[in-house]
């Protein structure tokens, strides 16, 4: 017998202005490199973020994610230190105009954010058989970067920055954090307030890539074999080295 009880309810409208709000805060989010102020974030406003994170999508309702809350400054330090290895090594990797495009980005996030955050994915959780898992193994790493994602737009409504972390060794932020092998490290973030982003992404801005045309990246039925995005060069921009939105208020 059905159980109206376990069954679904009326779906809720948006109003004209809730949705136009979750659009701006899409259309709006930036990964924030250097703009961070020094005041504090609230408890209760990461709270609030960590909870968007933790009402992500997850396959077989694994929920894999952990967040580590990093505030100290010591251990900031130690990563910021693993972070500025790797981030030689990656610019050794780069030649020419990028190379020197690359070197002026300023990547200070983990020192001047006042909270560091690594979200994690315990591949184990669930057991070896999860719901949703059983032919696509990734499934729940992609669930929990939906998470990050989650965090990072509840963030922006909250006049808030995040800036993602991804060079480092992983071997470092594991030893650093004391992550389990079983353990995968998904993202380490920067957050913390900002009253000024770029109007356009900092990478666009600054002409190390344009963003794609939609209508190139849709097809029908099948893949384009024909497709090729790998041509882009960098068109510097000195004009655009600082954030053009003076207010994230607006």
Not at 38 to 57: F, K, N, S
Not at 71 to 80: L, M, N
Not at 160 to 185: K, Q
Not at 236 to 248: C, F, K, L, T, V
Request: glycine share 6%.
């Amino acid at each position: 017998m059905h159980d109206s009880a376990c069954g679904p309810v009326a779906a809720a409208d948006f109003s004209a202005a809730e949705r136009a709000a979750v659009y701006k805060a899409i259309h709006t989010r930036r990964d924030v490199r250097d703009q961070f102020l020094p005041r504090p974030v609230d408890d209760e406003v990461l709270l609030r973020l960590l909870d968007a994170a933790h009402h992500a999508p997850s396959v077989g309702f694994m929920q894999p994610w952990n967040f580590i809350l990093i505030r100290d400054a010591a251990r900031k330090a130690e990563v910021h230190q693993a972070f500025t290895r790797a981030n030689a090594e990656a610019k050794a990797m780069f030649t020419d105009e990028r190379q020197a495009l690359y070197a002026s980005l300023k990547l200070e996030g983990i020192v001047k954010a006042p909270v560091n955050l690594c979200i994690t994915c315990d591949r184990t959780r669930g057991g070896d058989v999860v719901l949703g898992r059983t032919h696509n193994r990734q499934m729940d790493v992609y669930s929990t970067v939906c998470a990050v994602q989650n965090l990072w737009l509840a963030a922006r409504a909250e006049g808030i920055g995040v800036g993602w972390v991804s060079i480092y060794h992983d071997r470092d932020m594991r030893r650093i954090l004391a992550i389990p092998d079983h353990v995968e490290i998904i993202a380490y973030l920067c957050i913390g307030y900002v009253d000024q982003l770029y109007d356009q992404p900092e990478l666009q801005k600054r002409g190390w890539r344009e963003r794609l045309p939609l209508d190139q990246l849709i097809y029908e039925d099948q893949w384009d074999t024909g497709a090729d995005f790998s041509s882009d060069r960098p068109r510097p921009d000195p004009a655009a080295a600082s954030p053009a939105i003076p207010s994230i208020s607006g």
